[in-house]
């Protein structure tokens, strides 16, 4: 099932995908997606982020090769926004781009999980499209919190999906457009470290618990986003993530 989060008539609802691309309120009406404010899917806990986790896109940013060892920074909640967000692109910087990368929520509280049993710890899926300012990247090895943990620059959703509903999410089609034009076409299975040996990779050092998500990384074809594109990131059979860039955030009051 698809499970998703949004604010209608000043509440905050859990809602599930109905018909024909509307949304179901838990009263059980039916409303059409613009007729809600989006929010994250979930309240997610630690926010993980994969580097360099396909070797096209390693390769598309000067690096001959993706790393041996999981490259792994972790982000801010402030990061996350809904689908149908907007994203702040500041007015300084050459290059932001996004990235559609498949989230993996984690179900239950774990630590030092084997490859073997990683799929049973995992509640399910989602959509998320990272950002990332290449103007601030100092070294991807060690990179710039300004990179990647700007406010409401990481839209997830619209939906959560159980993860019985997702039989290979290691054989995943993900797609990106610019304002209609497709520029990503990649699948999970170019994945350099699969979800199985990030699960145990992160759990051999920490435990992870209900709600951690993990951003996995992205393949090839990032572009440079500018003010007024609509950017659109879709992986199959979770769904599609509409997100727009506009000028640079407000000064704080």
């Not at 699960?199 to 992205?218: E, K, R, V, W, Y």
């Not at 074809?221 to 609509?230: L, Q």
């Amino acid at each position: 099932m698809k499970h998703g989060r949004v604010i209608f008539e000043g509440q905050t609802l859990q809602v599930t995908e109905g018909p024909h691309g509307q949304v179901q309120l838990p009263d059980g009406r039916l409303v059409a997606e613009t007729a809600v404010q989006w929010l994250p899917p979930l309240q997610f806990g630690t926010v993980f982020a994969l580097g360099l986790n396909y070797a096209d896109h390693a390769k598309e940013i000067a690096f001959n090769k993706a790393p041996e060892e999981p490259l792994v920074f972790l982000k801010g909640p402030n990061t996350l926004n809904g689908h149908h967000g907007r994203t702040y692109r500041p007015a300084d910087v050459a290059y932001m781009h996004f990235e559609c990368e498949l989230g993996v929520v984690i179900g239950k509280t774990c630590r030092n999980v084997r490859r073997e049993d990683a799929y049973s710890v995992i509640a399910g899926y989602c959509t998320a499209n990272d950002y990332a300012i290449r103007d601030y990247l100092e070294n991807f090895y060690r990179p710039n919190l300004r990179v990647k943990n700007r406010d409401g620059a990481t839209p997830v959703g619209p939906w959560f999906v159980d993860a019985a509903d997702v039989p290979d999410p290691m054989n995943l089609r993900l797609r990106s457009w610019v304002n209609g034009e497709l520029k990503q076409d990649g699948s999970t299975r170019d994945m350099v470290h699969d979800i199985p040996s990030l699960i145990a990779h992160l759990s051999g050092f920490m435990t992870l618990n209900p709600g951690d998500l993990i951003l996995t990384g992205t393949p090839d074809g990032v572009a440079d986003s500018r003010v007024g594109d609509e950017i659109v990131t879709e992986i199959e059979g979770l769904g599609r993530l509409v997100n727009t860039i506009v000028g640079d955030a407000p000064a704080a009051s």
